[in-house]
């Protein structure tokens, strides 16, 4: 997933990195799990393999919360469940408005983890007048002529278009002069929006291209690992030359087509 653009600063008033904000859902998935196995603490190790990360990351990210853990014991599952929920502002309900009600809309309508995960779908609107009345997951699909009564109605700020890419602009534009603040975007374009207005972005198509350069790669490595090692020098070079690339934080920035 990568963002449209960046429209808050680098740190959260609580001085939490944007990159620890984007991990913690990524904790908050593996602690669940953890949960509802019953599982009454966990060490760091432990919860960085369940995650994707390391522990030396997870223990950095886990103190900007306050939390540090305990030696020989680890982390009290429900209460980091609790910690990250707050922080992430999931102990609250957010009523969210799905726009364009084609087969990817339909699906995010039907998908049950909105609900277990704070978010309530509160409206589907489509902009196809035999939609209108449609029942899709058990809500009667709206039309667009009402979404800004709609979102006024429910107290929308969270957006989410399903739309052709044609259509997305004029669809956020709509939703943000409604008052929605936080759109996630699944239509095929940047979208423009003004300052305070955060957009998400998922792209199918981008992660499939990421995948297929990293495959390249491998397949490349196994290559020149059948023609011989590569000589010290040039391996020596090599290794700069990926030292380089790496982020403050030693990650490989994201490769994402222009």
């Known amino acids: 997933m990568a963002t449209g653009r960046t429209h808050r600063p680098a740190t959260r008033s609580r001085g939490i990195p944007e990159a620890t904000v984007a991990r913690l859902p990524l904790y908050l998935r593996a602690l669940t799990a953890l949960s509802e196995r019953s599982v009454p603490t966990v060490s760091s190790e432990e919860l960085a393999a369940a995650a994707g990360v390391n ?10 919360l306050g939390s540090y853990g305990t030696r ?70 709206q039309h667009t002529d009402d979404l800004e009564k709609i979102i006024e109605d429910n107290g929308v700020s969270i957006g989410v278009i399903a739309t052709p890419a044609g259509a997305a602009q004029q669809v956020c534009d709509r939703l943000v002069a409604a008052g929605v603040t936080s759109i996630l975007n699944f239509a095929p374009t940047v979208l423009s929006v003004p ?64």
């Open 55 to 64: 522990s030396a990351k997870l223990r950095k990210d886990f103190s900007y």
């Open 72 to 141: 020989g014991v680890g982390y009290d599952v429900e209460y980091l469940v609790y910690q990250i929920s707050r922080e992430l502002g999931l102990t609250q309900d957010w009523p969210v408005v799905i726009v364009g009600i084609g087969n990817l809309g339909a699906a995010l309508a039907n998908y049950g983890g909105f609900a277990s995960r704070g978010f309530r779908v509160a409206a589907l609107i489509d902009a196809d007048p035999a939609m209108a009345g449609k029942p899709v997951a058990g809500i009667p699909v």
């Open 195 to 258: 300052d305070g207005v955060d957009v998400r972005k998922v792209d199918l198509s981008i992660e499939l291209q990421i995948l297929a350069f990293h495959e390249q790669r491998k397949a490349g490595e196994e290559t020149a690992a059948g023609d011989g090692a590569l000589p010290a020098a040039a391996s020596r070079g090599a290794a700069a030359d990926d030292s380089a690339d790496q982020g403050p934080d030693g990650d490989v920035p994201a490769v994402m087509p222009a």
